[in-house]
């Protein structure tokens, strides 16, 4: 079982810039396809982005070129970073270990983009 904490979240203008974190505890973190997901309001929840064991990565049309997604398997963390913001981008953001529904969730973080 791993365990998943997010942050970075918070509230930026149109154009702006975030990095989420996403710290997992419990061994083998490496062997992990890990996701980020987000839901916004009235919505379902989406994959944004992911990245296998091989940092092979994955992304959402809506945020190709924008967000990039990195892992850093020393320090069991998978960051979110994410440029010209927009307000469509608001939601809950989650972080999931398997890329799957079935795997580990965090609690999630708040982006909120707005002027």
């Known amino acids: 079982q791993v365990q998943l904490v997010e942050s970075g979240g918070g509230l930026v203008q149109p154009g702006g810039s975030l990095r989420l974190s996403c710290a997992a505890s419990?061994?083998?973190?490496?062997?992990?396809?890990m996701g980020w997901y987000r839901q916004a309001p009235g919505k379902q929840r989406e994959l944004v982005a992911s990245?296998?064991?091989?940092?092979?990565?994955n992304y959402a049309d809506s945020v190709k070129g924008r967000f990039t997604i990195s892992r850093d398997n020393v320090k069991n963390t998978v960051y979110l970073q994410m440029n010209n913001l927009k307000p469509e981008d608001t939601a809950v953001y989650y972080c999931?270990?398997?890329?799957?529904?079935?795997?580990?969730w965090g609690q999630g973080t708040q982006v909120t983009v707005s002027s």
């Open positions: 999931n270990a398997g890329v799957n529904e079935n795997g580990s």
């Open positions: 419990g061994r083998f973190f490496g062997i992990w396809a």
């Open positions: 990245i296998s064991s091989s940092d092979k990565t």
